[in-house]
DNA sequence: CGCGAGCTTGACGTTGTTCAACTAGAGTGG
DNA sequence: CCACTCTAGTTGAACAACGTCAAGCTCGCG
């Protein structure tokens, strides 16, 4: 699968992530030793749902998605390089709730697990930051059991275009970085729908699309069915 | 609204919390100065979306439900006695991104936020328990959103009735303790359909319904349906 | 130049919501 | 104690939303 390497340094590290400023210099090496980088081409595995998390998967480089498998898959959301792919399972229940694999190419240094306990014990304002972080990252779901279960489809996939818009790519003109099907993932839909309900988007001047380019031209039109479900 | 007093002894507590324990007696006692019990009746607020958490609310006794308002609310998750409210707000975003009410007599602790920061900062151990009850409370949300996206009405009334036997009051025979509106809006589906398929599981044998008493005769097929969807 | 995966569109059947009418029971005032 | 009213629950029927099936399309790649 994956090529994999042994950090230079992490303290020189250029994806070095926001929370490693809380911790020593002493303390930031010797994650050196217990942290192994692994690149992933887009479609590879990063963790399979049902296994155990021996290792915290820190994103430097590159898009993931986190889905739930099953006849037709879930997205429950994508994470971006500069984030912790996974924090849950280093505090609370180990085994894996969902699997995550790579949209494109990636780089993940895995985090020897126990080491970065010991190192959070030692540290509370370190562990404190972490707890914040896994904190915050519920209220994404919240937002997403309400949107689902509320909205129907042209709510839904003005959501996800958002999403994707305002948490992913910052920016109103992007490539999908993922096929309609995916698409459909995650937002809930059947990919015939999201299809269709693109097509709409752009018939009615809300979207220019070419192929997996996509612009928002009517950003206030989108906001409309998000907020009107 | 609600009945206010000081708690005698935290130490002596009868509803005493199972996370105390790491605490030192100097540590519990300053809670004591640090809390207000409050008693809410049947149907008041908590507290309310959109507001800002300035206390870690304690379920001492009754049950409470969680839920985003709108046109037709959704109940996240009931919590009951003997759990933490809510512990996002107290390390991560301070605002409420849901409501709570009271589903029927209930007394809540309601302890100072920066007084249980400060105890979770000087002592690693406790504050890795909250985090840890923190990482555990999104596998819910996880199977939550799995749950309503992918199952149809029959699977998602039986996946809310083997909740509420299992997770909320431990037996296979209980009163609902909500309106049949509630138990809509908790399977994510309109009051008419929840009725309806309590209707017909009641036909089929799968359950005895006398009003608001529920008793689940066949648990596999409940269980079937929550599984095939 | 042909093949296949991903995309697109239409038609159709299923699922679920909404509307409406009706019932049962609890609470209220004469 | 009985009529009255109000809320929760129940059931049927019409309608809308959504998924599925099927057919055809496009584009990149060998």
């Not at 155990?52 to 590159?62: E, N, R, V």
């Not at 085994?95 to 540290?123: E, F, P, Q, W």
């Not at 994404?140 to 994707?164: H, P, V």
């Not at 818009?165 to 099907?181: C, V």
Request: proline letters at 1%; a positive charge; glycine letters at 6%.
């Amino acid at each position: 699968m994956a090529k994999i390497s042994k950090p230079q340094s992490c303290l020189q590290c250029p994806y070095k992530w926001k929370y490693l400023n809380l911790l020593k210099d002493k303390d930031i090496e010797s994650i050196q030793n217990n942290c192994t980088i692994i690149n992933f081409k887009k479609g590879e595995n990063i963790c399979k749902q049902g296994t155990d998390a021996t290792h915290a998967l820190y994103l430097a480089k590159g898009t993931v998605k986190l889905y739930i498998e099953g006849k037709k898959n879930l997205i429950l959301k994508l994470i971006k390089a500069g984030e912790y792919i996974d924090l849950q399972t280093l505090f609370g229940d180990k085994t894996y709730k969902y699997s995550v694999a790579a949209m494109n190419d990636t780089m993940v240094c895995m985090i020897n697990s126990d080491h970065l306990r010991g190192l959070a014990k030692k540290n509370p304002a370190y562990l404190f930051d972490l707890t914040k972080t896994i904190s915050d990252s519920g209220n994404y779901f919240y937002k997403k059991i309400n949107d689902i279960s509320r909205k129907q489809l042209r709510g839904r996939l003005a959501d996800t275009l958002i999403y994707l818009a305002e948490e992913i790519y910052n920016t109103q003109e992007f490539d999908l970085g993922m096929t309609r099907k995916e698409l459909a993932e995650l937002s809930s839909m059947s990919m015939e729908n999201a299809v269709r309900i693109l097509s709409e988007f752009k018939a009615d001047g809300v979207l220019e699309i070419k192929g997996k380019r996509i612009k928002i031209l009517k950003y206030d039109i989108l906001k409309k069915f998000s907020d009107l479900g």
